[in-house]
């Protein structure tokens, strides 16, 4: 349910694989104004678990511009609104956000 996936056209970022879940950060909006979304999806069926950090997007046309990094459960990925996005791997809840001053990744 929901809107559906982004079309690989529209990948901001390479894949990451962890487990039996595949991450990966999109334009998921046709609206060119709309930014990016970091989905995880299951592997096997395609399904998406969550969606980062809505359906439609970041605020300010903001770009998730790294890979996203899984590590003891928690995703890093940078973004050009400078910041590094620390994220619960298993529900995508924010667990912080890390002002870098400049854009991260790119």
């Known amino acids: 349910t929901g809107v559906p996936l ?7 970022s390479a894949p990451t694989v962890a487990g039996d879940t595949v991450y990966y ?3 998921n ?4 104004n ?14 998406r678990r969550w969606a980062y950090p809505n359906d439609y997007g970041m ?12 590590h003891e ?3 890093y990925i940078g973004a050009s609104d400078g910041n ?3 994220l619960d791997a298993k529900n995508g809840r924010e667990i912080s956000k890390i ?3 400049g854009a991260v990744g790119g």
Do not use: C, E, M, S
């Open 84 to 86: 590094l996005y620390v």
């Open 99 to 101: 002002r870098t001053g």
């Open 73 to 75: 459960g928690r995703i």
């Open 59 to 70: 605020r300010d046309k903001g770009v998730f511009l790294t890979a996203p990094v899984i």
């Open 29 to 32: 909006n046709p609206d060119p």
């Open 25 to 27: 950060a999109a334009r």
């Open 34 to 47: 709309a930014g990016a979304v970091l989905f995880a999806v299951d592997v096997k069926t395609g399904a």
């Open 6 to 12: 982004a079309p690989a056209a529209a990948a901001a």
